[in-house]
């Protein structure tokens, strides 16, 4: 059953929150519905959910406006400049941003649809020669770059370590990721240095992550299931 699946786990982040002291409206879970169909999104909003996060643009025009309008919607997959003003008029937020192209694909349709669209910086903590994001050393000039845009918001950093069962093997990156954020929030880089929000942990390994201080949690199989 979905709402066993989302009692599950909103107990458990609850329970880690708690052990890291931190407060739990500081943990925000991001439902990851790619490749779920309507009816199985329909059952999460029916357990209360509102937060979702899908990776593909063409998949995205095919459920996000057939779902009620209070919903918010995240990008997590890899973006092409040439699906960047769908992606302004589905998303809340595009958590991936790691060009400047892309960034600034996103603020010309930003400002063309009266939108200031939040975006999170995607960095490649693991250095993995497959994976999308921008180098750690690298962050700061795409940052600095980014910022001569007008109708985008920087509101945070996001990772995806490479993939290991083991949990304790993400904790190396999720604090790399944060001790990034602090040094770019020392410098005002962000739209709010006071509150940055990280994107890290995924069904493997989201505890660990707010542990680290994650503030979006990226979970899917252990909310719906394995994806067929
Ligand atoms: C698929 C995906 C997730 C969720 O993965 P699970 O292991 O199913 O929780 C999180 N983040 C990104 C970027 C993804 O593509």
Not at 52 to 57: A, L, S, W, Y
Not at 73 to 102: P, Y
Not at 118 to 145: A, F, H, Y
Not at 153 to 167: A, E, F, K, S, V
Request: proline share 4%; charged share 25%.
């Amino acid at each position: 059953m979905l709402s066993t699946n989302f009692d599950r786990v909103r107990q458990a982040v609850k329970e880690a929150a708690l052990a890291a002291g931190r407060s739990i409206d500081s943990i925000k879970l991001v439902a990851v519905s790619k490749r779920m169909s309507l009816e199985r999104i329909q059952q999460a909003v029916d357990c209360g959910h509102m937060l979702f996060g899908e990776n593909r643009i063409q998949e995205a025009t095919q459920k996000i406006p057939l779902l009620a309008p209070e919903l918010h919607w995240h990008f997590i997959g890899t973006l092409q400049s040439n699906k960047a003003k769908l992606a302004v008029e589905l998303f809340d937020v595009i958590e991936t941003v790691d060009r400047l192209k892309i960034a600034q694909a996103l603020d010309k349709h930003a400002k063309n649809t009266n939108k200031v669209l939040s975006i999170l910086i995607q960095v490649n903590v693991g250095g993995e020669q497959q994976k999308s994001g921008v180098s750690p050393q690298d962050t700061e000039k795409l940052i600095r770059s980014i910022a001569q845009t007008t109708d985008l918001r920087i509101i945070g950093l996001m990772t995806m370590p490479p993939y290991h069962p083991d949990p304790e093997l993400s904790r190396p990156y999720f604090r790399e990721l944060k001790e990034l954020a602090a040094v770019l929030a020392n410098k005002n880089l962000f739209f709010d240095n006071t509150h940055i929000e990280l994107s890290m942990g995924m069904s493997g390994d989201y505890l660990v992550a707010i542990e680290e201080g994650a503030t979006l949690i990226r979970v899917g199989t252990a909310l719906f299931g394995p994806r067929g």
